[in-house]
């Protein structure tokens, strides 16, 4: 990432506590902690003081298949934006589509609301990351498909690349249905020596594959969580994934398709609200907590905090919700 000029976080790899506490004071609380070597960010969290460090070091060291754990600074209310990108081994590549995050970096991508094509940052933003991530793919040589992410801090225009993986990524699923181009498939004709030019895009039949797919419709994806089963769970969302599945929804806008996904969750709701058997009752303290630790529930939490009166402004603060979701 260096050598190609796409700037990172600063971390450390440690391998014991004290290690972990040194690097912690360095960079400053708070810090996450990512686990080596484990799916769904398994183990790690993220640690406000030298308390928290030590149980969630100690619980990464142990989930780990080679005892190490990467210290990191945290950066959880910035946005979390995705790529997609497909390459040949003659080094062309386009970027399938590009996706967001709704509830930022405060929470693991599994876990979180993705729209697609993101709908908060502007031209000079997405072009700039867009670039980034053909750079990074280009240098790095991956062939075939891969999923880039980014953390993005709209106020200053600072960018770093989170993780780059280079197979198909549980993003890379809704990226393909959203658009209409099989990742997959592509993938592995990529994989026997294909070019992107040599192939045709099997919804269009009359373009190639090295074709940018444009959406004039809204994806919304929405993950299912199972809480309700299990009694002494914790809900709280953060940088390990807890969904078991995922709904995607289509509309002509955000409110439509995650109207949709609601619905198709299953969990008896009807959309965000109006629906027929109302949640409890909660006090402005209550709400304003919910929004700063989120859960499974944290949209309706924002829907009853906005029926409070709480404003837009304060939302954002508290959440990391990009105001332009909390208004639509």
Partial sequence: MNQCNVPVLKSRTVKNFSDAKEIAEELGYPVIIRVAYTLGGKGGGVAYNEIELHEIVERGLRASLVGQVLVEEYIGHWKQIEYEVMQDYGGNNVIVCNMENVLSMKVHTGDN??????????????????????????????????????ALDSVSDRYVAIEINPRLSRSSALASKATGYPLAYMSAKIGLGY??????????????????????????KHPRWDFAKFAQVKRKLGPTMKSVGEVMAVGRSFEESLQKAIRMLDIGNDGLVLNRVTHESYTEEQIEDFLSHPNDLILYYVAAALKMGISVEKIYKLSAIDPWFIEK
């Fill in 195 to 220: 070019t992107l030019p040599e192939l045709v895009n099997r919804i269009t039949k009359t373009t190639t594959a090295c074709f940018e797919p444009s959406l004039d419709y809204v994806v919304c």
């Fill in 113 to 150: 609301i993705v729209v697609a094509p993101s709908q908060t940052i502007d031209n000079h933003e997405y072009h700039m990351l867009r670039t980034a991530a053909l750079r990074a793919t280009k240098h790095v040589g991956i062939v075939g498909e891969c999923n880039i992410q980014y």
